[in-house]
Structures are given as structure tokens and as C-alpha cells.
């Protein structure tokens, strides 16, 4: 099977509030929200490692290597205001195919390393590890590390940070409809009828529940960071109602004061899931309509 074999039950999210931990800066933007409506759940397309890196005449690697030193505090900042679960697009499958293997190597030791160096502060926060993607397809050592520090920090309870590796959203979206495929042939011989037969059965919420985030709600809020207005193969099928918060600033400047700013602009905005808001009612027709409307 290709997708994630790391994918396991998580446990919901119990833990007090830790808002006293924010920096003075983090608080005074933490007291303009409303507690109440925190998103559940963030996903992050993390650009701009290599600008930043070009911008100081620097090698990639370096832009990379402080991208990876950012995360940890972005994901303590959630983890202080309880955001349940926070999703992070590390490396996509483009990046794996497309990018120089010296770059990919790099990234793939930089993971190793990541997860090793912060395990401890992981689980001082109480946080989580997930992940989602086409695992299997990584280096054997990369994978060990993954499911150690899965493993390491399954008991916490606080937020759940997924890293999407080896991921891209068209490959998850193939693999949920392959999987779904095969599970319906297999009821389809259980219950000796033909498979055609359970075609007409299939709706959205089967498909979800063969996607690598099937463990996972849906985001509420989908930041992107270096200006870039595009999603970049990220989650598609589970953003269909997700607010977009786009900002110039490049990843490796991306600290928890610009989660809590994201979140600000996120509850001004009025989430209406194809409907037209909570201030507008039925209305009935003008009488100078023409009579065809009126039927």
C-alpha cells in the first residue's frame, strides 16, 4: 500500500491552557480573540526557504536548515493557545521528484535531525506526532526515526502537529479511490453480489475515509507564507471550505506571533459553507419580475 504507514488513532486533545508561556508580543495579540474560535485546525504550506537563503547571498541548505529551526516555535505557540491540529507541508512529492538529489538528501538528514533535536521539547509541550504522504517511498533510516518519535510522543494529549511528506494532494486523492476500489471488490465477494452493484453507495464521506487525513478534521485555516498565491497540490479535497490567509513574510521569519496574527484575520471573516449568512433571510419575488421567473 502506498500511503502513510505511520497513520494511527489520535487521541482528542485534553490539556489546560498555557497562555502565560507566550511571549508578551504573542499575548497582546492573544487577548484581541475569541477563545471560543480558535480554528480546530491549521494547515501551513511553509515557502520561501531558498529566498530567504538567496536574499543574504547564502547556500539553500541554509534556508532549509532555518525553516526547520522556526517550526518548533510556531508549533509551542499552538500548542500554548490549545490549537488542536496543525498541519505542516514539509515536502511534497514534486520536491522529492523534481529537486536536486544533494537538496533532497539534505532534507531528508535535516528531518532526521529535526525530530531527534526536538523530541524533548515535543513532549514537554505535549505534542503529538503524524504524518501524512507516500512514507514508504522514503529512505528506510528516515522512516525508523518517524515511527520512534510517533512512538515517543503517542501518550501526549496537546496538539497534533502532521507532517505532510513525500505528499501531494492528486497522488492522495488516486490512492483514497484505489483503496476504496479495492474495499468495495472485497465487500462485493463478502456479500457474493456485484461489485457494480455497490457503485450507487459511494458518497464524499467514503472517499475522505481512505484519504491519508481520514484521523484528521478538516482545516479551518490554510496559511501560506512568501506571497505565493497558490495552493501547490496541498490538501485539496479537504480545504473545500478552508479560509486562505496569504503573507509576504518567507518561512524561515514565520514565528508564533504571525500564527496568533493569521487566527486574528481568520475570526473577522464570516464562514458561510455556500450560504449566504446568518443576516439574511428568504425572500420573496418582486412583483415586476417577469411571470417565467416566478415559476
Known amino acids: ?30 487577548r484581541t480573540l475569541d477563545p471560543h474560535r480558535i480554528p480546530e485546525h ?10 530567504w537563503a538567496g536574499k543574504r547571498a547564502l547556500k539553500r541548505f541554509f534556508g532549509h536548515q532555518k525553516g526547520a ?57 505535549n505534542v503529538r506526532m503524524n504524518y501524512i504522504g507516500r512514507i ?41 479511490a484505489r483503496d476504496l476500489a479495492l474495499s468495495l471488490v472485497k465487500k462485493a465477494q463478502q456479500q457474493n453480489v456485484p461489485v457494480e452493484s ?3 453507495q459511494i458518497n464524499e464521506h467514503d472517499l475522505s475515509a481512505h484519504m491519508y487525513t481520514a484521523n484528521l478534521p478538516d482545516p479551518d485555516l490554510v496559511i501560506r507564507t512568501s506571497g505565493e498565491m497558490r495552493i501547490s497540490n496541498f490538501l485539496l479535497w479537504q480545504i473545500a471550505y478552508a479560509e486562505i490567509f496569504v503573507t509576504d513574510r518567507l518561512w524561515p521569519d514565520f514565528r508564533g506571533i504571525h500564527l496568533l496574527e493569521a487566527i486574528t484575520d481568520f475570526q473577522r471573516r464570516e464562514r458561510r459553507y455556500g450560504g449566504i449568512g446568518q443576516a439574511v433571510t428568504d425572500e420573496l419575488l418582486p412583483e415586476e419580475l417577469p411571470e417565467l421567473l416566478r415559476h
Open 1 to 30: 500500500m502506498l500511503r502513510s504507514n505511520l497513520r494511527g488513532s489520535l487521541l482528542p486533545l485534553t490539556q489546560p491552557l498555557r497562555v502565560h508561556e507566550l511571549s508578551d508580543e504573542e499575548l497582546s495579540v492573544y
Open 42 to 51: 491549521v494547515a501551513i504550506i511553509m515557502d520561501g526557504n531558498g529566498r
Open 69 to 125: 529551526e522556526g517550526v518548533q516555535f510556531v508549533v509551542e505557540t499552538a500548542s500554548r493557545i490549545n490549537l488542536p491540529y496543525i498541519t505542516l507541508y514539509a515536502f511534497s512529492l514534486e520536491n522529492n521528484l523534481r529537486r536536486p538529489k544533494t537538496e533532497v538528501s539534505f532534507l531528508m538528514k535535516l528531518l532526521k535531525s529535526f525530530l531527534i533535536g526536538n523530541m524533548q521539547r515535543m513532549n514537554d509541550n
Open 136 to 176: 514508504t517511498e522514503l529512505p528506510e533510516n528516515v522512516q525508523e526515526t518517524m515511527q520512534w518519535a510517533q512512538a515517543e510522543t503517542a501518550r501526549n494529549t496537546g496538539t497534533t502537529l502532521t507532517l505532510a511528506l513525500n505528499y501531494g494532494s492528486r497522488c492522495e486523492i488516486a490512492d483514497a
Open 198 to 200: 455497490l457503485l450507487n
